[in-house]
């Protein structure tokens, strides 16, 4: 597989990934064009093999309240909401899972934070995660946060997990 990674445009046929999630599969066919090209309320990056889309994460801005992280970690920041990225919606086709593109779409995302960072200010990534989803993100060192940010109103309630940007690797090229 050669994966790369690019911005989801309105060319990009969104009907036939598969993640075996449907409420995943339905957001990024019916949602996710319309959010980002009219609405402007998210960005949707596609992981691509030639004209294969193998998956795809959605982001968006978002701030948390200081008060939701673990006192160690507030004690140095002001008490006003603080920018963080929010993944949205993260997917895999089931047909390639398990072969290095969800977390070549969480590097993707950790590269962005890092230019949020300088561009205008991001303290980490935050994610609500599907209980199926906790352990991968745990792996990468997302924690869960003590207050929900959670907004999708899904049941099983998602885990609201934090990543900070110092425990963030930098993009190789910086
Ligand atoms: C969860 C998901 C995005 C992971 O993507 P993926 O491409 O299969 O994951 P990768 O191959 O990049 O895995 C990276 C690491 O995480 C591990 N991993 C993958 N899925 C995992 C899971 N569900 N639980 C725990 N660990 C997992 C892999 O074994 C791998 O570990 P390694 O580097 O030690 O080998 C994908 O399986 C998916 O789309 N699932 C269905 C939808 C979903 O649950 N999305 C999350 C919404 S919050």
Do not use: W
């Amino acid at each position: 597989m050669a994966v790369i990674i690019r911005t989801l445009t309105q060319e990009d046929d969104r009907s036939r990934l598969r993640s075996g999630n449907i409420d995943l599969d339905r957001f990024f066919q019916r949602f996710a064009g319309q959010n980002q090209f009219r609405h402007h309320v998210g960005v949707t990056y596609i992981a691509v093999d030639g004209a294969s889309i193998l998956g795809f994460v959605t982001v968006a801005a978002a701030s948390i309240e200081t008060s939701a992280l673990a006192a160690a970690d507030r004690r140095k920041l002001p008490s006003y909401p603080l920018q963080v990225i929010r993944i949205a919606r993260l997917a895999v086709d089931q047909g390639v899972q398990r072969r290095g593109v969800g977390h070549a779409l969480l590097r993707f995302v950790f590269t962005l934070s890092h230019e949020m960072a300088k561009s205008l200010g991001c303290v980490g990534v935050v994610v609500d995660a599907k209980a199926e989803s906790v352990d991968f993100y745990a792996r990468f060192g997302f924690f869960p946060l003590e207050v929900e940010v959670g907004r999708l109103r899904d049941r099983p309630e998602p885990t609201a997990m934090f990543l900070e940007l110092g425990a963030i690797p930098r993009p190789a090229k910086e």
